[in-house]
Every structure is written in C-alpha cells, then in structure tokens.
T-cell receptor
Framework: GDSVTQMEGPVTLSEEAFLTINCTYTATGYPSLFWYVQYPGEGLQLLLKATKADDKGSNKGFEATYRKETTSFHLEKGSVQVSDSAVYFCASPPYGGSQGNLIFGKGTKLSVKP | KAGVTQTPRYLIKTRGQQVTLSCSPISGHRSVSWYQQTPGQGLQFLFEYFSETQRNKGNFPGRFSGRQFSNSRSEMNVSTLELGDSALYLC????????????FGPGTRLTVL
C-alpha cells in the first residue's frame, strides 16, 4: 500500500549547519507531497509543499524538490537556527484519496545547539 | 483569519468512559479531518468530513465516531475508552479539494487512566 518513509532521528546539529532530512514515498501516481513542522506543545504547521513532479517547495529557508525518478522529497536548509528545533513530518495523500487524508512519516526530531 | 481551534486542550478520563472532542475549522473551510498522534504509532488518520458527510475513514474501531455540523464544526466521540486511546488528537481543516493545504489545530491531549 501507499507509504511515506522518512529518516528517523533524533538529529542534532550546531547552529548554521546544513540540514537534510530524507523522505521517500511509495504510491501509485504522483501525489502532492508536504512537509509539516511541529513545535513543542503545538499542532502541525505546513512548512512547504509540491503538487507535481520537479516542483520545488520553499519556505523560511527550507527547500524540498519533488523527484519522481527517486520518489523522494528530501527537506534541506543551508543554515539551521536554534529556533528550527522541532519535529518534521513528511506527508502525502494516498492514491485515489482526497486531500483530507494524509499519510505521515514517523517524524524526525531536530535539535539545534547554539 | 482565525485558525483552527480545538476544545478542550486537555482531558483526563478513566477506562470505560466516553469523550467528545470539538473542532472549529477556519472560516470557509468545508473539510475537517481528524488524526491520532501517539509516540508509538505516529500520526494516524481517523476520518474526514466534508459538507456534513463522512468522506474518508481510517482503520480505527467503531468506538471512534464523528460528525460535522452545517457550520462545518466537527466533533469526534470515543466510547468505552481504553488505556491505549491516550493520545494527542489533532483536527485539520481545508477547502476540501485535491492539492488544498490542511491547517491543523493545536490538538486535544487525552489521557485515559
């Protein structure tokens, strides 16, 4: 069945380091892909999205490119800040499902040290 | 524009009781989805309502139910609570079309003793 797999953390980086969080999906067709972020004690916030192959989503210095050849949507940021410490989730709707149903990866906890 | 609100934020119940959680979507959004978040299982889809009709359903037992009202507000109910139902319950609203972004509320933290 459809699934989303992302690298599990925790990931600990120093401020200004480069960040990559891997995400791959298995699905029929080319679904929209999303990255959400969850800060401690809060709900999920959309970080960025891509709706078709080769799209690049970007927001707050984060980027992710929808690569259909490798079925991947890796999240990157060139220089992380302490305020980026959070849990990051990759997500996609299942094939044939509406956008109201998202499959999430397990989440990657990022800690950035000053 | 106000975001998605969920009430209550915290709940403590005992096994066997039932509970009702409420979600108010962003104004104009007709789709409301519910998710359960636990450390072991992560985020799992419960169900989605669109224009007062359940449009999608996840793989949860019948003890979990929901409904949506004409103003798009939604409630979910869990009957005969079990210890394993302790979780953060998140609701999300969207316009309801493919490609539309889901906006999440802060969640309701349910603890079952």
């Amino acid at each position: 069945g459809d699934s989303v797999t992302q690298m599990e953390g925790p990931v600990t980086l120093s401020e200004e380091a480069f960040l990559t969080i891997n995400c791959t999906y298995t699905a029929t067709g080319y679904p929209s892909l999303f990255w959400y972020v969850q800060y401690p004690g809060e709900g999920l916030q959309l970080l960025l999205k891509a709706t078709k192959a080769d799209d690049k989503g970007s927001n707050k210095g984060f980027e992710a490119t929808y690569r259909k050849e490798t079925t991947s949507f890796h999240l990157e940021k060139g220089s992380v800040q302490v305020s980026d410490s959070a849990v990051y989730f990759c997500a996609s709707p299942p094939y044939g499902g509406s956008q109201g149903n998202l499959i999430f990866g397990k989440g990657t906890k990022l800690s950035v040290k000053p | 524009k106000a975001g998605v609100t969920q009430t209550p934020r915290y709940l403590i119940k005992t096994r066997g009781q039932q509970v009702t959680l409420s979600c108010s979507p962003i104004s104009g959004h007709r789709s409301v989805s519910w998710y359960q978040q636990t450390p072991g299982q992560g985020l799992q889809f419960l169900f989605e309502y669109f224009s007062e009709t359940q449009r999608n359903k996840g793989n949860f037992p019948g003890r979990f139910s929901g409904r949506q009202f004409s103003n798009s507000r939604s409630e979910m109910n869990v009957s005969t609570l079990e210890l394993g139902d302790s979780a953060l319950y998140l609701c999300a609203s969207s316009l309801g079309g493919r490609g539309d972004t889901q906006y999440f509320g802060p969640g309701t933290r349910l603890t079952v003793l």
